[in-house]
């Protein structure tokens, strides 16, 4: 995977370079990771807490997919706006006012409950479960999409791929998604301090990964109802679209980006 390091897959080089402007005393940074699925992004972000508490640095990790909207109200999104809504992660299935809060608290170093979400059982965990911070140094904020920008109106007229031409034939849902990244998202990605991208050689290796990830979780979980390689194949194409469009962005708005082979080793 990526150059080995003495704490994790990720090289020490990278952790110490994100690290380097946070200090205690300072006012508490958040610092943004994004990567499409499979680019390591989780992996970085309990790593990057790791080497903040080696150097008695208060570092705690927010995702995106922790921010999802509960089963009961995606079905509703799905019922009254388009059925694709069912499925969380595109833009538009995500708590946005809930995630800047906790950024809000964390800057006025206030104790704040961090969400988290169950995806086996697809619901918000109860806040009683929700682990508390208080005094942060650093908060890690990773997701699939993070940074990324709407598309223009006029890209979204053509499906992408077989899941928009044939489940989405009028547009509706891709103009959702669209819409809501335009008017939700910019005020969380306003208030990170610094991005990282994690970028791939492009969206065709992201089925590829994703398989891999789903590999890895059901022989964690035997009894765990996973997909199959034709569900997963169909599963990335929610994020094709939001995913290339991020591939086209990020690299000029991430304050940092490290490029990825195939193989996930670190190129540049």
Same mark, same amino acid.
């Given at each position: 995977?990526?150059?080995?390091?003495?704490?994790?897959?990720?090289?020490?080089?990278?952790?110490?370079?994100?690290?380097?402007?946070?200090?205690?005393?300072?006012?508490?940074?958040?610092?943004?990771?994004?990567?499409?699925?499979?680019?390591?992004?989780?992996?970085?972000?309990?790593?990057?807490?790791?080497?903040?508490?080696?150097?008695?640095?208060?570092?705690?990790?927010?995702?995106?997919?922790?921010?999802?909207?509960?089963?009961?109200?995606?079905?509703?999104?799905?019922?009254?706006?388009?059925?694709?809504?069912?499925?969380?992660?595109?833009?538009?299935?995500?708590?946005?006012?809930?995630?800047?809060?906790?950024?809000?608290?964390?800057?006025?170093?206030?104790?704040?409950?961090?969400?988290?979400? =169950?995806?086996?059982? =697809?619901?918000?965990?109860?806040?009683?479960?929700?682990?508390?911070?208080?005094?942060?140094?650093?908060?890690?904020?990773?997701?699939?999409?993070?940074?990324?920008?709407?598309?223009?109106?006029?890209?979204?007229?053509?499906?992408?791929?077989?899941?928009?031409?044939?489940?989405?034939?009028?547009?509706?849902?891709?103009?959702?998604?669209?819409?809501?990244?335009?008017? =939700?998202?910019?005020?969380?990605?306003?208030?990170?301090?610094?991005?990282?991208?994690?970028?791939?050689?492009?969206?065709?290796?992201?089925?590829?990964?994703?398989?891999?990830?789903?590999?890895?979780?059901?022989?964690?979980?035997?009894?765990?109802?996973?997909? =199959?390689?034709?569900?997963?194949?169909?599963?990335?194409?929610?994020?094709?679209?939001?995913?290339?469009?991020?591939?086209?962005?990020?690299?000029?708005?991430?304050?940092?980006?490290?490029?990825?082979?195939?193989?996930?080793?670190?190129?540049?």
């Amino acid at each position: 995977m990526h150059d080995a390091s003495s704490a994790g897959p990720w090289p020490d080089t990278l952790v110490a370079a994100l690290l380097a402007d946070v200090r205690q005393g300072d006012p508490p940074r958040v610092l943004g990771i994004s990567g499409l699925q499979g680019t390591g992004k989780s992996t970085l972000a309990t790593q990057l807490v790791a080497a903040a508490d080696a150097r008695d640095l208060r570092a705690a990790v927010l995702s995106l997919d922790d921010l999802y909207l509960d089963h009961d109200l995606r079905a509703a999104l799905a019922r009254e706006v388009h059925p694709l809504l069912a499925t969380r992660g595109p833009p538009g299935t995500h708590e946005v006012a809930l995630g800047l809060s906790v950024f809000e608290a964390v800057r006025a170093g206030h104790a704040v409950r961090l969400p988290r979400f =169950d995806k086996l059982g =697809d619901r918000c965990l109860p806040r009683s479960a929700w682990p508390t911070v208080d005094g942060l140094d650093l908060l890690v904020f990773e997701g699939w999409c993070v940074g990324a920008t709407a598309e223009a109106p006029s890209a979204l007229e053509a499906p992408l791929n077989t899941l928009e031409r044939d489940e989405d034939a009028d547009g509706r849902w891709r103009r959702h998604c669209n819409d809501t990244l335009a008017r =939700d998202y910019p005020a969380l990605w306003a208030a990170i301090d610094r991005l990282l991208f994690l970028q791939p050689p492009g969206f065709d290796i992201v089925p590829e990964w994703r398989w891999q990830q789903e590999q890895a979780l059901q022989a964690a979980e035997p009894g765990r109802r996973g997909m =199959d390689r034709a569900q997963v194949a169909r599963f990335v194409q929610h994020y094709e679209r939001v995913s290339r469009q991020a591939l086209r962005v990020l690299p000029a708005r991430a304050d940092m980006v490290v490029t990825l082979d195939a193989q996930r080793r670190i190129v540049d």
